[in-house]
């Protein structure tokens, strides 16, 4: 079992993510250093996003694993991160592809009127102070027929933080068309290792 604070927006607010930066990739699921890894995120990411080239826009982006996957399938990325040195890596990392990096809230991205095929999230929400609010807000951001990716979880045994599959396709439903949740426990390549509390994707199209 993983602790809870070894994921991104990890329960607590107050989390020095500058401070954290420079280890942060150290996790497998986020600097995808291990090929198998790498490629068990890039077969989702295929599975999850369109397949022509789409304006993708990732928030809580971290230093920009992700949003670097997506740019080599050719989606033309705009990534968003309310932390400084995040940003400086994601910048670093995105350096010669079609991406956008800015410093935001994720909440509240600093995107203006732009609208996207498809917004990707992952280990955010549950740790936003309205959940429901970021949801109407992100699904706003997206064109007619787009769609919104949340990759998102339930850790820990003794104080189990997160936000289960349940709950947030009950947020969902009034705001979207189609709504697929896929469970990703089992799939220890996405992780690099083991894992047995809930994990899971939810695909919602507008």
């Avoid at 949003?67 to 932390?83: F, I, K, M, N, Y």
């Avoid at 104080?159 to 709504?179: C, F, Q, S």
């Amino acid at each position: 079992m993983e602790s809870e604070n070894t994921h991104r927006g990890a329960g607590a607010p107050e989390a020095d993510w500058d401070a954290l930066a420079a280890g942060f990739d150290d996790e497998p699921d986020h600097g995808l250093r291990d090929p198998e890894v790498r490629a068990a995120w890039a077969d989702r990411l295929r599975a999850w996003l369109p397949g022509d080239p789409a304006d993708l826009l990732d928030l809580g982006c971290g230093t920009g694993s992700l949003s670097l996957l997506a740019a080599e399938q050719g989606h033309r990325v705009t990534a968003v991160d309310r932390s400084p040195a995040m940003v400086e890596r994601a910048r670093a990392k995105l350096a010669g592809h079609t991406a956008e990096i800015l410093r935001g809230d994720a909440a509240a991205p600093p995107v203006g009127e732009r609208r996207f095929d498809a917004v990707l999230v992952r280990h955010v929400l549950w740790a936003l102070p309205d959940p429901a609010g970021a949801l109407r807000h992100w699904t706003d951001l997206l064109r007619p027929t787009g769609r919104i990716v949340l990759v998102e979880g339930v850790w820990g045994t003794l104080t189990p933080v997160g936000i289960p599959a349940r709950r947030l396709t009950a947020l969902l439903e009034p705001l979207t068309r189609r709504v697929r949740v896929e469970r990703l426990s089992g799939h220890r390549a996405l992780w690099g290792k083991e894992v047995d509390d809930e994990r899971y994707a939810v695909v919602a199209t507008v």
